[in-house]
């Protein structure tokens, strides 16, 4: 049971930035398409964004597009969101996802994923 574990959310002012982190201790992350989800309260949860194990494909949420971006260290067995410019409507628990030996073409659909991280707030505002 592949387990993901979230960091690095927090409170941060508008323009601000953030990294989160998706992180496991037990099997090679490579292996697996990574998404990032996020829920606001009140709304339902929406794909940020997603990355290939095939590729290493990238892909956005177009309210993301050019402010946040994904990447992978596999040497740390990591997958990053790097979230720039963040504005208050990016105010979520934000969630990492993972398919094995997934393309990522559907890298938005929930039901794409097996293993689900247990959420990292974010919080922007002033």
């Known amino acids: 049971q592949l387990q993901l574990v979230e960091s690095g959310g927090g409170l941060v002012q508008p323009g601000g930035s953030l990294r989160l982190s998706c992180a496991t201790s037990?099997?090679?992350?490579?292996?697996?398409?990574i998404g990032w989800f996020r829920q606001a309260p009140g709304k339902e949860r929406e794909g940020v964004s997603g990355i290939s194990s095939t590729d290493g494909g990238t892909y956005y949420a177009d309210s993301v597009k050019d402010r946040f971006t994904i990447s992978r260290d596999n040497a740390k067995n990591t997958v990053y969101l790097q979230m720039n410019n963040l504005k208050p409507e990016d105010t979520a628990v934000y969630y990492c996802a993972a398919d094995l030996w997934g393309d990522g073409s559907k890298w938005y659909a929930e039901s794409e994923y097996d293993y689900w991280g247990q959420g990292t707030q974010v919080t922007v505002s002033s």
């Open positions: 037990q099997y090679t992350l490579e292996y697996y398409a």
